[in-house]
């Protein structure tokens, strides 16, 4: 089933309480700890320019990429539905950035370069439902990074949907659309399934429904980290994403950085 077709829509209106500048700052501070990018556009060397590219798998509408554009990097934005990059698209066309969005599923990841920085947040990862498709999608991106580079990724843990949303509706009700999330767990595929159902108001006044099914799946630090290191690259740290802090067997959501570490630079 498609996902991200109407939601796309409204998809900013309805997750305008996301902290994106926050996550924007701690992907720049994670970049400067670790990384080879740069905030800086236009370098005369190819390999240099190459290092500053940045890469937001699973970019969305992509208001985290153009806030990373405005800290200087330069923008890749790598999404599979075309409706929500459509959205990153006008957004692109107000503002006056310069980003390269791809219609890719990040599965079949293709670049024409390497890039010295790959992130992706806000739950992307939680919809490979398989470690097999995080593992290919791991390599890709090991693959596709510049020699030292930087993989940046978070994901929603077994207990964020075993204890916390599993089995739980989430309603809100606005003047011009409203949702209806509910939540059904299934503890032995470790998958929660997200039944959406959204109305929007319409111009004569009537509003819209429309449905949509999403499944993402748990996991757990361990299990990441060994497909991380699976994949060639080196873990270099994990974090709680809502303390910035250490995991703990409570955390919902897990920051990692990963380096890319089989490459020599050619010069």
Not at 31 to 45: C, L, N, W
Not at 71 to 92: F, Q
Request: proline residues 1%.
């Amino acid at each position: 089933m498609d996902i991200y077709r109407d939601f796309a829509a409204v998809y900013d209106e309805l997750m305008d309480n996301v902290p994106y500048e926050q996550w924007c700052g701690r992907l720049h501070g994670l970049i400067e700890k670790y990384g080879v990018s740069e905030p800086v556009r236009d370098a005369e060397d190819t390999l240099a320019s190459e290092r500053n590219l940045v890469l937001d798998l699973g970019c969305g509408t992509g208001t985290l990429t153009e806030l990373m554009y405005r800290r200087g990097y330069d923008m890749i934005g790598v999404d599979i539905s075309g409706d929500m990059l459509n959205a990153a698209m006008e957004k692109m066309a107000e503002s006056g950035a310069d980003i390269l969005y791809l219609l890719q599923d990040m599965r079949e990841l293709e670049l024409y370069s390497t890039v010295g920085t790959v992130y992706s947040v806000c739950d992307s990862l939680n919809y490979l439902l398989e470690e097999e498709e995080l593992l290919k999608v791991f390599s890709l991106v090991n693959n596709y990074l510049y020699p030292g580079g930087i993989f940046i990724f978070d994901f929603n843990t077994v207990y964020k949907y075993e204890k916390v949303i599993g089995e739980a509706t989430i309603a809100e009700n606005r003047e011009d659309c409203s949702f209806i999330w509910e939540n059904f767990y299934d503890p032995g595929q470790e998958v929660n399934e997200y039944d959406l159902t959204v109305f929007i108001e319409q111009e004569d006044g009537l509003f819209r429904r429309f449905t949509e099914t999403h499944y993402q799946r748990g996991y757990r630090a361990g299990q990441m980290k060994a497909l991380v290191e699976r994949a060639g690259m080196k873990l270099l740290e994990m974090m709680d994403a809502d303390t910035g802090g250490a995991v703990t067997a409570e955390s919902q959501r897990i920051y990692m950085v990963a380096r890319e570490q089989g490459k020599t630079n050619a010069d």
